[in-house]
């Protein structure tokens, strides 16, 4: 699987204040037209640089590019962009490297604002997955997260993308916040079901440092999630989208059969992929780095031909291991030993006594006591 192409769009029209990915407000047209030009010259250059500069140094590498089977365009909020803009860089993704006939090609969206031509537009241009935004149906709940959309407008951006022929649709929820009942949580599920996504992903709503909500929580105006709730909301959620026929294969995402985020699992795997745009992350064979995080610096070196890498890292195999766990662990058929091995064998059969783990000599599986508690069986299973 892979490798995958992440591109990033930074902009939002108001800052939720939860997030806390690289994302600006109040861009104008120039200055948009500014970053697509900057992020197309960017892919261009990473791609006349071949695999073997994005790879660790030394590493046996071939000189080609192999096939992408996946591109990402996410933000921020990509669907600002005028529909002619974001097709155009889905067309230029391809023109810069060999991207598969039948890659997944998605979009994140936020919930207002999208028609069914622009979707068509983007279709035209290779869309095949939008991943929607909703968050939320209960407007106490949006209100507390800051969303500034109706509890009908993800309902409606599903039927534009139908309209449109995007060939699947999934919808992002966040559950356990503060304001939110648990009745209210089983009717966003309901709610998202009736919408028939072909994809959902569920998360906890977690507290971010350095966001509006980090700050209302430290001056006492809102309470921060409760993680005893959350276990409670995540169980509803398998229950419930399980029995509608969505299964889960990853801790937060579900999906109907072949419907997979074909993107996220090569994530997931440790797979390869290139990240470009502003505080994008890229991966190759054990090389991690991370481009500018400001737009406009980002923008200006671009443009200038410099360099947009802020950091980048080799991974030793230990930590490679530590991080195949981690997150092969969220996978619902979890991970294989031997792309983890050594794990401390006493906490191991600890685990397994707890529950918390399956007995299965190859792999390493958490049960279903054992999900919410994902991060802490990682630590666990850390040889020494
Ligand atoms: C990068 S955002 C882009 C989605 C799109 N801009 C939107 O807001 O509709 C991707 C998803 O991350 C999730 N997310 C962002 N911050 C989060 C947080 N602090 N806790 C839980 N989920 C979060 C949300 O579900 C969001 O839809
Ligand atoms: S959640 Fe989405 S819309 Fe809200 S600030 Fe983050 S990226 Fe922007």
């Known amino acids: 699987m892979g490798p995958g192409l992440y591109l990033h769009i930074p902009f939002c029209q108001h800052h939720c204040g939860y997030c806390n990915f690289a994302v600006m407000t109040g861009a104008d047209d120039a200055f948009r037209t500014r970053y697509i030009a900057a992020l197309k010259m960017d892919l261009s250059a990473v791609a006349a640089g071949g695999p073997r500069a994005v ?19 996410g933000g921020g909020t990509p ?94 929820l966040i559950y356990g916040a503060p304001a939110e009942t648990a009745r209210d949580w089983a009717a966003s599920l309901r709610t998202a079901l009736a919408a028939r996504p072909d994809h959902v992903s569920a998360y906890a709503l977690t507290l971010e440092a350095n966001t509006p909500y980090a700050a209302r929580v430290r001056g006492g105006a809102q309470a921060a999630p409760d993680d005893d709730v959350a276990a409670e909301r995540m169980a509803v959620a398998g229950e419930v989208l399980g029995a509608a ?70 991974l030793d195999d230990a930590t490679r291991r530590v991080e195949r766990l981690m997150l092969g662990l969220r996978l619902v058929g979890g991970v294989d030993r031997a792309a983890v091995d050594p794990v401390d064998e006493t906490a191991l059969r600890d685990l397994v006594s707890a529950g918390l783990l399956d007995e299965d000599p190859d792999r390493l599986v958490l049960t279903a006591a054992g999900r919410p508690l994902a991060d802490g069986v990682t630590l666990r299973l850390l040889p020494g």
């Open 55 to 73: 790879a660790p140094p030394g590493a046996d590498v071939a000189p080609e590019w192999p096939t992408f089977t996946s591109v990402f365009v």
């Open 79 to 172: 669907t600002l962009l005028a529909p002619s803009d974001l097709a155009g860089l889905l067309r230029h993704a391809r023109e810069a490297l060999p991207v598969a006939d039948d890659a997944e090609v998605t979009s994140e969206a936020n919930p207002d604002g999208l028609t069914a031509d622009g979707l068509s537009a983007l279709v035209d241009a290779g869309l095949t997955r939008l991943s929607i935004g909703a968050q939320s149906f209960a407007p106490g709940v949006l209100s507390f997260l800051d969303r500034r959309h109706d509890r009908e407008a993800p309902l409606r951006a599903v039927a534009a993308a139908r309209a449109a022929g995007v060939a699947q649709v999934s919808l992002d």
């Open 245 to 314: 026929g969505l299964e889960r294969y990853e801790t937060s995402n579900w999906a109907r059969p072949g419907a997979r985020c074909r993107h996220n699992l090569t994530y997931w795997g440790g797979g390869d992929y290139l990240g470009v745009g502003a505080g994008a992350h890229g991966h190759w064979q054990g090389r991690r780095w991370w481009s500018t995080r400001p737009p406009a610096r980002y923008a200006d070196a671009a443009l200038a031909g410099g360099s947009t890498t802020a950091g980048s890292e080799i």
